[in-house]
């Protein structure tokens, strides 16, 4: 494969990412303007709660536990398959498999789901504004050619992409909160919409349950960390920043959506304009102008989280076949680019199969395609955190370093309880995120879609450990910088004791 003009086995190109690239990737993942736009009026719509937008910083809480260890884990193990590798060294080799299939399970799905929801609001915009009616996958088509070309460049141009899309919609979302705060609908700006005692009443199941959804992609900084230029500091720094700055900047905007409103309003408002609610106002207090600007940057926030999970998943199909976990010609990268190219290309085929196969059933691309997929993609991604938060325990115990009981024991105990804690509200009220008129099976097999994964990740790896005990070797190695060998060479005798004793189970 070395020999081909486009291919190579020589690994990612490492060095090419910062702390500023990483926080790009997993808050555009996070996509503010479609927070606000969707999920935060939809929030507000479903459960009835006046306190939601609180919610935002409790869950940031917990997601900080969780990136304690999180972050004290990531500056031994550095690899593209991010959870993958931190749970094999934690809980085992088969358990990291058993993590991978929930990994890429969720973010497939939450990335094809994307296209739905994309190619519905640009056959929406485009019709209305340029009187272009097309089907919805036609611009999805669309979508999926610029992100599937985007995803075999460079990956710092990725990064600048993402750079100037996440710039352009976080200014969106400042103007709509100014705008908010200048006109509240009392006639006067209230804290109602983040008392406490507003947020823990009715509702509050189905307030986690979204709340939870909107973070997905802020942990994803660890798929980048053969790349980056520290892999001992760059992905810690970024997934604070990630957690910390998204989990205010949503809290306050859906605290500014109950001030333009009237608190007691924010629900009824919410059910009858969605994203309405926030484009009305620009266009109303901000301009027509800005407002169409706010419509355009609405659908590149979308195109920048499919960019972000696009990125992901191609890196975890890289590790995967690196590691012949799966099948080898994964493994393979851009000579010119350094890309994943198998693992992209990969993706987006079974992108377009899956969305095109929900258009030609004439399913709906946001009730069905958007709503079902990403439902199943929140369940997967906070199961998935709750084991990496258990592996971390398990990797430090009797591991000397100079991290302390708080990063080592303390917080990743506690971010597992509180994250299974959310998982089960999410379970429990996972209906809520769901078109009440859709199929009652659908309502616990798609939950159901994350943990099957697991079962079957749990088989195969179990089954390697037999039938392919050199593959079952290379699970979720690691060397003494943290840094992952690139390509298919072995890992050197300084670095193999430390790979060893991380895997002695």
């Not at 990797?395 to 509180?418: D, M, N």
């Not at 037999?466 to 593959?471: C, F, V």
Request: charged residues 10%; contains cysteine; aromatic residues 10%.
């Amino acid at each position: 494969m070395s020999s081909d003009p486009f291919f190579s086995d020589s690994g990612l190109r490492r060095g090419r990412l910062g702390t500023a690239h990483l926080v790009f990737f997993t808050v555009a993942a996070s996509a503010p303007l479609t927070v606000l736009g969707g999920g935060v009026t939809t929030m507000y719509a479903v459960s009835g709660n006046m306190g939601a937008a609180l919610s935002y910083v409790l869950l940031a809480g917990v997601l900080a536990v969780f990136a304690v260890g999180y972050a004290a884990m990531s500056r031994h193990v550095a690899n593209a398959g991010a959870f993958y590798a931190y749970i094999a060294n934690g809980l085992g080799r088969a358990g990291g498999v058993a993590g991978s299939a929930v990994a890429l399970a969720a973010y497939n799905a939450i990335q094809i789901g994307l296209f739905g929801l994309l190619g519905a609001i640009l056959q929406d915009f485009m019709a209305t504004k340029f009187d272009i009616d097309l089907a919805w996958w036609v611009w999805a088509l669309v979508a999926w050619v610029i992100v599937g070309l985007l995803g075999i460049l460079r990956i710092d141009l990725n990064a600048t992409v993402l750079a100037v899309l996440l710039g352009l919609e976080c200014i969106v979302v400042i103007i709509f909160d100014v705008v908010s705060f200048a006109h509240p609908g009392g006639g006067m700006v209230t804290v109602d919409g983040i008392l406490p005692g507003n947020l823990f009443t009715a509702g509050f199941g189905a307030v986690l349950a979204f709340g939870i959804a909107s973070f997905t992609g802020f942990e994803s900084g660890a798929i980048y960390s053969e790349e980056v230029k520290d892999p001992r500091r760059t992905v810690a720094r970024a997934t604070y920043i990630a957690v910390v700055f998204t989990g205010l900047f949503y809290a306050l905007s859906a605290w500014a959506l109950t001030v333009l409103t009237g608190p007691e309003n924010a629900a009824a408002a919410s059910a009858e304009a969605g994203p309405g609610v926030v484009f009305g106002a620009l266009e109303q207090y901000a301009g027509v102008v800005v407002a169409d600007i706010a419509s355009v940057l609405f659908i590149t926030s979308v195109l920048a989280a499919l960019l972000s999970f696009h990125n992901g998943v191609a890196r975890y199909l890289y590790a995967l076949g690196r590691e012949h976990v799966l099948p080898r010609f994964l493994g393979a990268t851009s000579n010119r680019s350094g890309a994943p190219i198998a693992g992209s290309l990969v993706q987006s085929a079974l992108a377009v199969v899956v969305f095109l196969a929900f258009a030609f059933s004439n399913r709906d691309p946001i009730l069905d395609l958007f709503t079902w997929l990403s439902g199943a993609a929140a369940v997967g991604v906070v199961l998935l955190m709750t084991l990496t938060s258990a592996a971390v325990v398990g990797f430090f115990r009797g591991r000397p370093g100079p991290e302390t009981t708080w990063q080592r024991v303390i917080a990743p105990s506690l971010g597992t309880i509180l994250l299974a804690a959310v998982l089960g509200v999410l379970l429990m009220n996972f209906d809520a995120m769901l078109d009440p008129n859709t199929p009652s099976y659908l309502r616990w097999l798609l939950p159901a879609i994350p943990v099957i994964a697991m079962l079957i990740g749990l088989i195969w790896g179990v089954a390697l450990k037999s039938m392919r005990p050199e593959a079952y070797a290379r699970i979720g190695r690691v060397t003494e910088e943290g840094l992952h060998e690139p390509g298919l060479h072995p890992v050197p005798e300084p670095e193999r004791d430390l790979w060893q004793s991380g895997h002695r189970r």
